[in-house]
């Protein structure tokens, strides 16, 4: 399980900061995906519950996303009108599944990031 700071050991430490390494990177290097390591890894390696992991990985990526659009922006890689269309309709769907989550079983969402995975498999490998 997670330990509160006080109880925190340098082997757990270095599992937070591999963690968090491995998301900022799929963040920086692929736009996003980091909660494609974090949820898994919070699961199998530091044992929290699935559905705090789904949770926790949203508020750990929100911040991620927001460093790496900010590189992106400053090195000229992000076009704020390509991107402006998406954000209200990204805002209204993330409104409407924080809202649907609570009521969201574990095997549904279990079932759910299996499917996007799988998708987002298939679809690098048929791009490359």
Same mark, same amino acid.
């Given at each position: 399980?997670?330990?509160?700071?006080?109880?925190?050991?340098?082997?757990?430490?270095?599992?937070?900061?591999?963690?968090?390494?491995?998301?900022?990177?799929?963040?920086?290097?692929?736009?996003?995906?980091?909660?494609?390591?974090?949820?898994?890894?919070?699961?199998?390696?530091?044992?929290? !519950? !699935?559905?705090?992991?789904?949770?926790?990985?949203?508020?750990?990526?929100?911040?991620?996303?927001?460093?790496?659009?900010?590189?992106?922006?400053?090195?000229?890689?992000?076009?704020?009108?390509?991107?402006?269309?998406?954000?209200?309709?990204?805002?209204?769907?993330?409104?409407?599944?924080?809202?649907?989550?609570?009521?969201?079983?574990?095997?549904?969402?279990?079932?759910?990031?299996?499917?996007?995975?799988?998708?987002?498999?298939?679809?690098?490998?048929?791009?490359?």
């Amino acid at each position: 399980m997670c330990k509160t700071e006080g109880d925190t050991t340098m082997t757990d430490r270095t599992k937070y900061l591999v963690t968090g390494a491995c998301a900022g990177a799929a963040n920086g290097f692929f736009g996003s995906g980091g909660g494609l390591f974090l949820v898994p890894l919070f699961t199998g390696w530091l044992g929290m !519950q !699935q559905k705090t992991a789904f949770a926790t990985s949203v508020a750990v990526i929100f911040p991620l996303s927001a460093v790496s659009a900010a590189i992106y922006f400053w090195k000229g890689g992000i076009s704020l009108s390509y991107a402006a269309p998406y954000l209200l309709g990204g805002a209204v769907g993330g409104v409407i599944s924080g809202l649907l989550f609570s009521k969201a079983s574990v095997p549904l969402l279990r079932k759910a990031f299996a499917l996007l995975l799988l998708w987002g498999g298939v679809r690098a490998v048929l791009l490359l």
